[in-house]
């Protein structure tokens, strides 16, 4: 399981997916969140933007990322 510590607060679903090179861009994170694809906290989030705190935890294509505080 990989993990990405915060820089600041928060990170948005969309940039974490990227940031842990899940996606190759923003636009494909946008597809496979919009598609049902990703879950926050084992259920599926349909937001971008959805702001992701320390000890969230991000599901995708049988891989998982643990959000970690600062």
Known sequence: MESITLREE???LGQALKA???VESGV??????Q?????????VE????????GGEKISFREQEIT????
Do not use: D, P, S, T
């Not at 494909?28 to 969140?33: D, N, Q, T, W």
């Not at 598609?35 to 259920?43: I, R």
């Not at 349909?46 to 705190?53: D, H, N």
């Not at 959000?67 to 600062?70: P, R």
């Open 20 to 22: 842990a090179g899940l």
């Open 28 to 33: 494909e994170a946008k597809l496979v969140i």
């Open 35 to 43: 598609n049902g694809e990703v879950k926050v906290n084992e259920k």
């Open 10 to 12: 928060f990170i948005k």
């Open 46 to 53: 349909y937001q971008r933007g959805k702001k992701l705190y």
């Open 67 to 70: 959000i970690n505080a600062h």
